[in-house]
């Protein structure tokens, strides 16, 4: 993460979060059921540069699992290693709260990125909507 970024951690979706959630999975990936009523309740990271949202990702805790999604790259800022340091930046925020299992659901196509950061699969392939997710865990 470069100097001039700015980094917002919150509890609810928040404007900055929307945006670009709505920008990667609405408009771009064609999702129809973006945003949920977890969304109040789960906490929302996003990396800010010259107050325009470049990465996104949110927590929530669902028995002994913390559960990591909705981590979307703006166009303009992919192939910068910043999908990665969020994740890293999710997962201390995770051991904070006290939680080993951290729990996702990836997109195949974002699969490696995640085999890379130390997830394996679990389980078959499934659809989400449209677009083929596998579940894929990790202990910290």
Avoid: W
Avoid at 46 to 64: A, K, N, T, W
Avoid at 75 to 91: D, P, T, V
Wanted: with cysteine.
């Amino acid at each position: 993460m470069n100097n001039n970024m700015e980094v917002i951690c919150q509890i609810g979706l928040f404007e900055q979060a929307k945006i670009l959630r709505e920008e990667v999975f609405v408009k771009e990936q064609g999702f129809q059921d973006e945003f949920e009523s977890r969304d109040a309740s789960c906490k929302h990271v996003v990396f800010m540069e010259e107050e325009l949202p470049v990465v996104v990702g949110r927590i929530y805790y669902e028995d002994d699992y913390a559960i990591i999604g909705r981590i979307a790259v703006a166009k303009a800022y992919r192939k910068s290693h910043l999908g990665k340091q969020m994740m890293e930046y999710l997962e201390k925020e995770i051991k904070k709260e006290g939680y080993h299992k951290i729990k996702l659901s990836a997109q195949v196509q974002a699969k490696i990125f995640y085999q890379k950061m130390g997830y394996h699969q679990k389980g078959e392939e499934y659809l989400d909507e449209h677009c083929p997710h596998v579940t894929m865990l990790k202990e910290i």
